[in-house]
């Protein structure tokens, strides 16, 4: 007779990385470089906004597929899927501006809307917005769908304070980086909940890149250094490599590690 009693489920592992300085820096690099690559594509290769959305589109379904297979947290995947996602965020309104007319204030308010839809939508299935505990399949769906957002979001608000209440690439980004070292002040010191003090800080550093990525690669009559997207582009993504490069060591030599002390 089989027996009835279930079999213990497998581990479950946590398909995103630990909040630390590295995930904040390679963040940082890759919203920056979101900007910049699709700045590249898009004007530097000539390819139009159109082209460019289709082909990084259909690029980022190939790494997000990569990414759900893992069923952990992998940083190469995990990281080609947010410097992906972060280069076809960026695309989304920069289609809705200048291909559809959009206004920036319109699309700053629909993705705001949209995001924290997904956030409801999110708790209200799962009980909790923590990334801490990305360890299904459905809860990472509603994660990229978020970072998806964050990122669209981010570029709205990004290109509205930078351009049209004209205060520059290099304000907007002081500005941005104070309101982002204001969270981090209320979380330490004035106890503001963790989960919401990261999604805030999430969602400003889209912006915040976006507007050190345009003050590098624009030209000078345009408020930038002249650096260029391609040289822009070339120089974070060298630095993401590095990185995740770094990570992937770390993190074989902490698994290596933790195979000893459980043979022990």
């Known amino acids: 007779m089989l027996s009835t009693k279930k079999q213990p489920a497998g581990p479950s592992y946590n398909r995103v990385p630990d909040v630390t300085v590295d995930f904040w820096l390679i963040k940082l690099m890759a919203v920056t470089m979101g900007e910049t690559a699709a700045d590249y594509l898009a004007v530097n290769l000539g390819l139009g906004l ?12 190939v790494a997000i597929i990569a990414q759900f297979a893992q069923k952990r947290y992998v940083p190469w ?12 965020g960026t695309l989304i309104t920069d289609n809705l501006v200048d291909n559809f007319g959009v206004r920036l204030e319109t699309t700053t308010i629909a993705f705001s ?11 209200a ?25 964050t990122f669209s979001l981010g570029t709205a608000a990004g290109d509205l304070v930078a351009e ?8 907007s980004g002081l500005l941005f980086g104070g309101v982002i070292a204001l ?19 999430y969602i400003l550093t889209r912006p915040l890149g976006a507007s050190f ?5 624009q030209p000078v009559e345009y408020g930038g250094l002249g650096f260029g997207t391609t040289f822009t582009s070339l120089i974070f993504l060298g630095c993401i490599v590095a990185l995740v490069l770094y990570m992937t060591l770390k993190r074989t030599a902490d698994e290596a590690d933790e195979i000893l002390l459980e043979s022990d």
């Open 77 to 88: 995947a995990y990281w080609l899927a947010v410097v992906l996602i972060s280069v076809v």
């Open 113 to 123: 809307v949209v995001l924290a839809a997904t956030f409801a939508v999110w708790y």
């Open 125 to 149: 299935s799962e009980r909790t917005l923590s990334i801490h505990t990305i360890v299904t399949t459905r809860r990472e769906i509603f994660y990229w769908l978020a970072i998806l957002f």
């Open 164 to 171: 049209s209440f004209d205060m520059g690439y290099l304000t």
């Open 183 to 201: 969270i981090a002040l209320a979380y330490y010191l004035l106890h503001l909940d963790g989960i919401l003090a990261f999604w805030l800080a």
């Open 213 to 217: 990525g345009d003050l590098l690669s």
């Open 50 to 61: 159109t082209v460019t959305s289709l082909i990084m589109t259909g690029i980022l379904i």
